[in-house]
């Protein structure tokens, strides 16, 4: 099939490289130039900013961003900006597929509705919400089990056999909205229980229990049990973000989403709560070196949206200590270089990637405070 892929970052790359395995010839349209000249697909791939190309596809996917607005409202511009996209540039009748995650009822109400009525050529329609997990060699597009389900039966079976070409299992569900809010639950299922383990580590350390051990111990139940390790807050394009769109429609129909609104607070909290441990060992970190070890939000993978060593660096910037990151992974953030790993008072490791030795962590400063649960003999969470 000719596919055009509408967004080409994270999810839209991806998605892009595993239709070109799948035999499909792919046009990933994105606005923005230098994403197009950095992608290296490989095959019956043409990464384009020209809107008019996705006017030859059969399946139009949308793969564009669903971040929050400053209000920590669900902004739905881009996906609004791909329905005008689509509208402009696709004249026949295709079968258009959002992958983008957002609250249940976004395909129908706020892309059919748009798209149908402005261009009136009957398309087809299915929800698809992503689930690809960057950097994960396990799980990726072809063993990930893909959930989806079209407006109507037409488009589900269309949809059915486009994935197919790709994904090892197909998941159908009733209706789009069903894909949509499990999407949604899914993120907020590991928002929810990493917020319980992060409040977990905070009641531990002050009985004075090993929370780590308390942990492990604690998944050697074989039934009823998931194991979630704490951390200085969540990160990425995800999990700090999905939940709010849960929130949002629950709030829209009366109810009080206060699972979600805690987690989210008990995550936040936790920058200030390294912090304080740190503050609390050392004395004080006025005038103190410290460096951050890890800016990524997780480890292996250059990603810094949402990751929590913005706020680590600023509560200890407000302690009055003279901050510096470490990161050869990320290598360039926020126009800074990372910092070579000697001469520090302090090291907070927010996310070790396996490039960073452990040695030159434990070397790099007398006093280590580890949030990842790896490095052996120092303060932690
Ligand atoms: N990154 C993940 O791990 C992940 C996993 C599952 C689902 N998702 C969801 O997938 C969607 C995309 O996420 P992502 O991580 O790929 O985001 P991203 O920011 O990496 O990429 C989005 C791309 O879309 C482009 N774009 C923005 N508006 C556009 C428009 N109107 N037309 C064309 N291109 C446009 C941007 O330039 C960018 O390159 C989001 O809804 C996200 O929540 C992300």
């Not at 030859?56 to 996906?79: G, H, M, N, Q, W």
């Not at 660096?313 to 360039?332: M, R």
């Amino acid at each position: 099939m000719k596919i055009a892929i509408i967004g080409q970052g994270y999810v839209g790359r991806s998605i892009a490289a595993a239709c070109v395995g799948g035999g499909h010839s792919v046009i990933g349209f994105d606005t923005d130039a230098s994403v197009i000249s950095s992608l290296q697909i490989k095959g019956d791939y043409e990464g384009t900013t020209d809107a008019s190309l996705i006017g030859s596809a059969e399946v139009v996917v949308i793969a564009v961003p669903t971040p929050l607005d400053s209000a920590r409202k669900p902004d739905l511009s881009a996906v609004k900006a791909a329905c005008k996209t689509i509208i402009e540039n696709v004249k026949k009748p295709v079968l258009v597929i959002n992958e983008s995650t957002s609250y249940p009822g976004t395909l129908r109400n706020e892309i059919v509705a748009v798209v149908d009525s402005a261009s009136g050529l009957g398309h087809m329609y299915a929800a698809s919400p992503e689930r690809v997990d960057p950097g994960n060699a396990k799980w990726t597009q072809k063993n990930t089990p893909r959930l989806l389900a079209g407006l109507t039966p037409e488009a589900t079976a269309l949809a059915r056999k486009f994935y197919s070409s790709f994904c090892d299992e197909i998941v159908e569900v009733s209706t789009p909205e069903v894909a949509e809010a499990a999407k949604l639950f899914e993120n907020t299922f590991r928002q929810v229980n990493i917020a319980l383990v992060n409040e977990f580590a905070q009641i531990s350390n002050a009985l004075d229990i090993p929370t780590r051990e308390v942990l492990e111990a604690a998944a050697t139940k074989p039934f009823g049990f998931m194991s979630f390790q704490p951390g200085p807050g969540v990160g990425g394009h995800c999990i700090p973000v999905d939940p709010s769109y849960l929130a949002y429609v629950a709030e829209n129909v009366g109810v009080p989403a206060e699972f979600i609104k805690r987690a989210n607070q008990v995550n936040l909290g936790m920058p200030a709560y390294v912090v304080s441990r740190a503050a609390s060992d050392v004395g004080s970190l006025k005038g103190k070196k410290v460096v951050v070890v890890g800016v990524a939000y997780k480890a292996n993978i250059a990603d810094t949206r949402e990751a929590p060593a913005v706020l680590v660096i600023s509560e200890l910037q407000k302690l009055g200590a003279e901050v510096s990151w470490h990161d050869p992974v990320v290598e360039n953030w926020n126009g800074q270089n990372s910092c070579d790993l000697q001469g520090f008072d302090v090291a907070i490791v927010l996310t070790k990637h396996d490039v960073v030795s452990e040695a030159d962590i434990k070397s790099c400063a007398p006093y280590v405070f580890d949030c990842t649960g790896t490095i052996k003999g120092v303060a932690g969470l």
